[in-house]
């Protein structure tokens, strides 16, 4: 064994020192605050390398270093095993970011390398955190007594919806950034360990994966996450994801709209349920064509609600969810073609935003266009099931095919002539991971499936202007105008994800970095007596609410207008009108009436403005 050395590279705002034993120690010389590599195990992290028909698992601990003016290559230099990986660390041009990467022989497969591998670790003590770009954003406290390992991956459900992350400890700031659906983050929280004299250690991983290579760290001296994201913001749009209302808004004038507009949707004007079998189980019609357009008039001329995107799903011809992507003729059982025709007119009509939702990612066994041509395949030719909904089972189309299906005379083009909406969203396309395909006939990496999404959108804006999918994701604020679930899903934060299991709560990290890029909204319905803190939430970020629970027909006809009972001053707050302008109203409406109101405006003030601070007026 020789003895361990260490080589540094330093410039006025950092200094890197690694070891040959692959430990490193970066000081950001601004604060005087040292970030270090792995507490538990000293090395710089795992390769996991397929090598003629065995999966072979390397400690990256042992190193020959060389270095040069901006650089630092550590050549792995293991006893037994002979392979060909060196990382590289450089120091970029702005003299306080480290880029890290690797190189290894092409020859060999990587599975997997963690090149960060529970490093930029921070205690309890260090009054700190981790933000991550979940949703509007989550900011996991060093200090929480939760022990956990979480991973996000890039652009999956409720991983990381930006390419980014951010720590803060002792009001010194980092950001980590890449760029690659192929990487995928783990945050983790000891409790008690030996490594380190601290309750609580957290620390953060980084596994990269095919064509990720290489993430960057950039010591921002000091600051909080809202510094964190001034600095992505400049990254971004230095990548070109980043596209402002205004350039927006001259490219498809309609987007406008969007601007102070609350999102309601009727889910299922036809619902038609199967079972597992594929067997009928019920068909119901919940709104009718005319009555859509009687909704619309009536929020309109009954509520003054000014601007309004008005959604309606289930008008394709099986009812929601079921079909795809045989779409037309639209729901005989809610008035067809004419009656949906008309009802497109009417609601445009009252300057709403009339908008048709469809998916392209989805069919059914039962769909005409079945084939299992259009499927994904998985690494063994197998196909790739989606989701189990009102149709039965979904099998997921690739997103080439979905493209082509879409393009088809009697999709898209014929919904353009018949109905002419002024906005459309696709399902599930920004919301589900990227995927791969392994059909030789349309095979796909992540990257090719999220070009073939993006075209899907871009096609999508030609032929009716106005569009928005499912969720969010950094990768598609160039090619939409709303994120219906970014927001927040039925009344929480949150789908799956437990802030609480981390100690965590939300932070508007996506507002401070893309709000005047899209509209954003929450997905799915809730409960509206109960509903004030997901009220405020939106309050808080600016945003108008979904309205996504109604009931059946021309619901303000038959429900009653009487005040709820009892205390008013709890989580009901936003149903009562206490001779407010809701005053008269059914509970749906005063709800509608009374939260629209404070965001609509709000929204129509701040769409354009730029976060440069933000604090909590009380501890709690
Ligand atoms: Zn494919």
């Known amino acids: 064994m020789s003895a361990e050395k260490t080589v ?56 020959e270093i060389h270095k040069t003016d901006r650089s630092i290559q550590m050549k792995y230099s293991p006893d037994k095993e002979e392979i060909m990986l060196t990382i590289n660390v450089k120091l970029l041009d702005d003299e306080k970011t480290l880029e890290f990467s690797y190189e290894i022989e092409e020859e060999l497969e990587v599975e997997n390398i963690r090149l960060l591998e529970d490093g930029l670790w921070l205690t309890d003590a260090e009054d700190g955190y981790i933000i991550v770009p979940v949703r509007e954003g989550l900011l996991i406290p060093s200090n929480s007594g939760r022990t956990f390992i979480h991973t996000f991956e890039t652009f999956s459900y409720e991983g990381c919806h930006m390419e980014m992350l951010g720590i803060v400890k002792k009001k010194s700031a980092i950001l980590i950034t890449w760029h690659d659906p192929y990487v995928i983050a783990e945050v983790k929280s000891t409790l008690n360990s ?76 036809l619902d038609r349920r199967l079972d597992y079998k594929m067997n009928e189980k019920s068909v119901t019609v919940n709104w009718t064509f005319e009555e859509v357009a009687k909704i619309a008039e009536h929020l309109k001329k009954d509520l003054k609600i000014e601007k309004a995107l008005f959604i309606i799903g289930g008008w394709i011809h099986k009812g929601y969810d079921n079909q795809h992507p045989d779409i037309l003729p639209a729901a005989p059982e809610c008035g067809g073609n004419k009656a949906l ?13 009339f908008c048709l939702h469809d998916n392209y990612q989805d069919i059914y066994r039962d769909s005409p266009s079945w084939s299992e041509d259009l499927i994904m395949k998985g690494p063994d030719g ?107 899903v039925g009344g929480r934060y949150y789908h799956a994800l437990n802030p609480e299991s981390m100690g965590a709560h939300v932070i508007p990290l996506f507002e401070m970095v893309y709000r005047n890029c899209i509209a954003v ?25 979904h309205y996504h629970t109604w009931n059946r027909g021309l619901y303000w006809e038959k429900e009653s207008k009487d005040e709820p009972q009892g205390w008013p001053y ?51």
Not at 200 to 214: E, F, G, M, N, V
Not at 341 to 353: D, F, I, P
Not at 400 to 417: F, I, S, T, Y
């Open 8 to 63: 540094s590279l330093e410039s006025s705002y950092i200094k890197c020192e690694v070891s040959t034993e692959g430990s490193y120690k970066i000081t950001d010389k601004v604060t005087g605050i040292s970030w270090c590599s792995n507490p538990y195990i000293k090395r710089l992290g795992t390769a996991t390398i397929k090598m003629k028909d065995k999966t072979l698992y390397f400690s990256l601990n042992k190193f």
């Open 194 to 269: 030996v490594a380190v004299q601290a309750k609580q250690i957290l620390s953060l991983s980084l596994d990269l994966r095919k064509t990720a290579k290489a993430f960057r760290i950039t010591f921002l001296g000091e600051g909080d996450y809202v510094a964190i994201a001034r600095a992505y913001r400049e990254i971004a749009k230095k990548k070109g994801w980043f596209m402002s209302w205004k350039q927006k808004i001259k490219e498809v004038p309609n987007a406008a709209k969007l601007i102070g507009a609350s999102n309601f949707k009727l889910w299922s004007c």
């Open 341 to 353: 025709a008309e009802a497109s007119k009417r609601v445009k009509n009252l300057g709403y935003l």
């Open 382 to 488: 197998q196909l790739i099931k989606g989701g189990f909904w009102a149709g039965g089972q979904a099998w997921l189309i690739c997103s080439k095919m979905g493209l082509e299906l879409a393009k088809r005379p009697q999709n898209l083009p014929k919904v353009k002539e018949l109905f002419n909406p002024n906005a459309y969203f696709n399902d599930t396309t920004f919301a589900t991971g990227l995927y791969e395909c392994y059909d030789p006939k349309h095979p796909l990496t992540k990257w090719n499936d999220m070009r073939w999404k993006q075209e899907l959108c871009n096609y999508t804006i030609s032929l009716f202007g106005v569009f928005g999918s499912e969720c969010g994701r950094e990768w598609a604020i160039s090619c939409s105008h709303f994120f219906e679930g970014l927001a927040g």
């Open 521 to 545: 909204y929450g997905k799915y319905e809730y409960d509206y007596s109960r509903a004030a803190e997901y009220v405020i939430h939106h309050i808080i970020i600016g945003r108008p609410l």
């Open 570 to 620: 709890d989580s009901s707050c936003f149903i009562r009108a206490d001779n407010g302008w809701a005053e008269g109203l059914c509970m749906i409406d005063r709800f509608i009436k009374n939260t629209h109101e404070v965001l609509s405006p709000l929204h129509d003030i701040t769409a354009e403005t730029v976060i440069t601070e933000h604090e909590y007026l009380t501890p709690d």
